[in-house]
């Protein structure tokens, strides 16, 4: 199935450092979404973009929308240890076909060393 | 209930058995969606209903997979003839509308042995 090019695939980070990671696709989005996955659990919203060139904060998490529309970036401030986990992106496709079904990238492992 | 919630959490499998697989979603929630994650992969899509309308299946890898919504509650995913290459987590997600924000049950892991 179709998924977006996430990267990078894993980051080993220290406690307080600046974590950056994104997602390009070919194809055009009209929403971008940032979730995050523990093990054993489903994938829990971070952040949503509905805008190109839109940038969001929330709290430590900022993402962009790119203007192309075809790419975003999620970025995670001064990381703590409890940011451990699966970072996916996923995206809504464009046109009056789309159901809302969301196309996910293949996810970012974060382990962070306190 | 407060969440999405699925049963049976953890399901073996033995190659060719069928499995049925539960979702309750948040009371009053519309959409219905389900996914399939392989190991180390993110959730592809499967299938999507509109209370008890199934209106896209175009992610259903094969005629073996069935998903219903009888009653536009509760869903339940079928699998016949079970495969090796189906193991993986089943997730189920809701939303009060189409495109609003969809929230996630934490899966039922399949195994087939």
């Known amino acids: 199935g179709q998924q977006l090019n996430q990267s990078p695939q894993s980051m080993f980070i220290q406690e307080g450092e600046d974590v950056s990671m994104n997602c390009t696709s070919s194809?055009?989005?009209?929403?971008w979404l940032w979730y995050k996955q523990d093990p054993g659990e489903g994938p829990v919203l971070l952040i949503a973009?509905?805008?190109?060139?839109e940038l969001t904060s929330n709290g430590r998490l900022t993402a962009q929308f790119g203007i192309t529309r075809k790419d975003s970036f999620l970025n995670i401030s001064a990381s703590i240890p409890s940011d451990v986990g699966i970072y996916f992106c996923?995206?809504?496709?464009?046109?009056?076909?789309?159901?809302?079904?969301?196309?996910f990238g293949q996810g970012t492992t974060l382990q962070v060393k306190p | 209930g407060a969440g999405v919630s699925q049963s049976p959490r953890y399901k073996v499998a033995k190659r060719g058995q069928d499995v049925a697989l539960r979702c309750d979603p948040i009371?009053?929630?519309?959409?219905l969606f389900w996914y399939q994650q392989a190991l180390g992969q993110g959730p592809e899509f499967l299938t999507y209903?509109?209370?008890?309308?199934?209106?896209?299946k175009s992610g259903l890898p094969s005629d073996r997979f069935f998903a219903e919504r009888p009653e536009g509650s509760v869903s339940t995913l079928k699998i016949q003839r079970t495969q090796q290459e189906d193991s993986a987590v089943y997730l189920c997600?809701?939303?009060?509308?189409?495109?609003?924000?969809?929230?996630f049950g934490p899966g039922t892991r399949l195994t087939v042995l």
């Open positions: 996923a995206g809504q496709l464009s046109g009056s076909s789309n159901t809302g079904k969301l196309i």
């Open positions: 997600a809701s939303s009060l509308a189409q495109f609003d924000r969809r929230f």
């Open positions: 194809s055009i989005f009209n929403t």
């Open positions: 973009l509905y805008k190109a060139g």
């Open positions: 009371s009053g929630h519309v959409s």
């Open positions: 209903f509109q209370n008890e309308a199934q209106l896209d």
